[in-house]
């Protein structure tokens, strides 16, 4: 199974220029970045959750890798051509078409980078953009910040690449080589350790419907609200388990979760990548057992969201569900005893009901 590219990032704002592809593997919504080495091959794919950031363009052809195969390099050409392909697809692009390239130095120096063009030619590429981006007070200036760079990512290189490095973890480094149910069993014994999440990410893009990886994510997950530990790594676990069938009816962690946000409402901004994953946190919110607190978050949140597109969806339950929890509370102060007994059912009535709406169209 590999890893197929989903968009591409824009970050050349609709000039010829490098982009950023994001990937997805199939089973899983979260988008990764590719990680290579100074050979152009892929020693990791990361869960990138900013993409959201940034204007992005679709592929018109598909490409894939996977860890330890060649990377995947976009650009926009000359032409406006949206370009992928490996380092050697890549090179072999830049030497038919280097004439043309040139127009663009911003480009055209980007590629003799990529392409391993000797440092006396890469100094006049630097030149090439520094006169045609910048006033002159400037110049030279930033050719020597291109020159320290360089230097500099050649010493990291010759470092990462060295045999013995001094900061290089071994089980990180030899993560790739291990099966699937190695992982599982690591992660079992190692709850606490600072490294899980990056390990349970691997195992779970190995097998990712393995029931047994949601129900260890959600225990690590209790740990870390429950302690307020250092959430690194925290929301990218949080939007898969959220995701899996095995959330749906975790009282357990929607207590822990709702006690989490409730308290703070302020914390919730770390939680707004991807955009599904406030609609997700918001559908395992207990607002039976805090209602004013739910209510108070609710009211934030839609405050917080309104009007920005990506939330759309958010919003609309969030505006709903804030109905819904001011008939529960009404309900909660009738003095008839039928009434307040069965008012604990309409949350979860509307819940259930919202989600139906929305899986046949009708919302």
Same mark, same amino acid.
């Given at each position: 199974?590999?890893?197929?590219?989903?968009?591409?990032?824009? +970050?050349?704002?609709?000039?010829?220029?490098?982009?950023?592809?994001?990937?997805?593997?199939?089973?899983?919504?979260?988008?990764?970045? =590719? %990680?290579?080495?100074?050979?152009?091959?892929?020693?990791?794919?990361?869960?990138?959750?900013?993409? @959201?950031?940034?204007?992005?363009?679709?592929?018109?052809?598909?490409?894939?890798?996977?860890?330890?195969?060649?990377?995947?390099?976009?650009?926009?050409?000359?032409?406006?051509?949206?370009?992928?392909?490996?380092?050697?697809?890549? /090179?072999?692009?830049?030497?038919?078409?280097?004439?043309?390239?040139?127009?663009?130095?911003?480009?055209?120096? =980007?590629? !003799?980078?990529?392409?391993?063009?000797?440092?006396? /030619?890469?100094?006049?590429?630097?030149?090439? /953009?520094? $006169?045609?981006?910048?006033?002159?007070?400037? $110049?030279?200036?930033?050719?020597?910040?291109?020159?320290?760079?360089?230097?500099?990512?050649?010493?990291?290189?010759?470092?990462?690449?060295?045999?013995?490095?001094?900061?290089?973890?071994?089980?990180?480094?030899?993560?790739?080589?291990?099966?699937?149910?190695?992982?599982?069993?690591?992660?079992?014994?190692?709850?606490?350790?600072?490294?899980?999440?990056?390990?349970?990410?691997?195992?779970?893009?190995?097998?990712?419907?393995?029931?047994?990886?949601?129900?260890?994510?959600? &225990?690590?997950?209790?740990?870390?609200?429950?302690?307020? @530990?250092?959430?690194?790594?925290?929301? +990218?676990?949080?939007?898969?388990?959220? %995701?899996?069938?095995?959330? %749906?009816? &975790?009282?357990?962690?929607?207590?822990?979760?709702?006690?989490? +946000?409730?308290?703070? !409402?302020?914390?919730?901004?770390?939680?707004?990548?991807?955009?599904?994953?406030?609609?997700?946190?918001?559908?395992?919110?207990?607002?039976?057992?805090?209602?004013?607190?739910?209510?108070?978050?609710?009211?934030?949140?839609?405050?917080?969201? %309104?009007?920005?597109? $990506?939330?759309?969806?958010?919003?609309?339950? !969030?505006?709903?569900?804030?109905?819904?929890?001011?008939?529960?509370?009404? =309900?909660?102060?009738?003095?008839?005893?039928?009434?307040?007994?069965?008012?604990?059912?309409?949350?979860?009535?509307?819940?259930?009901?919202?989600?139906?709406?929305?899986?046949?169209?009708?919302?």
């Amino acid at each position: 199974m590999k890893f197929k590219i989903d968009v591409i990032i824009d +970050i050349s704002s609709e000039k010829p220029g490098l982009l950023i592809p994001i990937f997805k593997i199939e089973g899983s919504n979260l988008p990764y970045a =590719q %990680e290579m080495n100074d050979a152009y091959e892929v020693y990791d794919m990361k869960p990138y959750l900013e993409s @959201d950031y940034y204007p992005y363009v679709i592929p018109e052809v598909s490409a894939f890798t996977d860890i330890g195969e060649r990377g995947v390099i976009c650009l926009r050409s000359y032409d406006g051509r949206i370009i992928c392909g490996n380092i050697g697809e890549i /090179v072999e692009h830049y030497n038919d078409e280097r004439e043309n390239i040139a127009v663009f130095p911003t480009l055209d120096m =980007q590629l !003799a980078r990529l392409c391993g063009d000797p440092l006396a /030619v890469l100094m006049d590429k630097w030149a090439a /953009v520094e $006169r045609n981006s910048f006033k002159k007070p400037v $110049r030279g200036d930033w050719t020597d910040g291109e020159l320290r760079v360089y230097q500099k990512s050649r010493s990291i290189w010759d470092r990462i690449n060295a045999k013995d490095g001094p900061d290089r973890d071994h089980f990180l480094d030899t993560l790739n080589q291990h099966s699937f149910e190695f992982l599982f069993r690591w992660l079992v014994k190692h709850p606490t350790s600072d490294h899980w999440a990056v390990v349970w990410l691997r195992a779970i893009r190995l097998s990712p419907f393995d029931e047994r990886m949601p129900m260890i994510a959600k &225990d690590w997950l209790i740990g870390k609200i429950l302690s307020y @530990d250092d959430f690194n790594d925290f929301r +990218i676990v949080l939007f898969l388990y959220l %995701e899996s069938d095995a959330s %749906e009816n &975790d009282t357990d962690f929607s207590d822990a979760l709702t006690e989490y +946000i409730i308290e703070d !409402a302020e914390r919730f901004h770390q939680f707004l990548h991807p955009p599904r994953l406030p609609l997700l946190i918001l559908q395992k919110l207990d607002a039976e057992t805090e209602p004013a607190g739910a209510l108070r978050f609710v009211g934030y949140l839609i405050e917080r969201l %309104e009007g920005d597109e $990506r939330y759309t969806n958010t919003t609309d339950f !969030a505006r709903n569900f804030s109905k819904a929890i001011h008939v529960y509370i009404e =309900q909660q102060r009738s003095d008839d005893e039928f009434t307040k007994k069965h008012s604990t059912t309409i949350l979860r009535e509307w819940k259930k009901e919202y989600k139906k709406r929305r899986r046949d169209g009708r919302l």
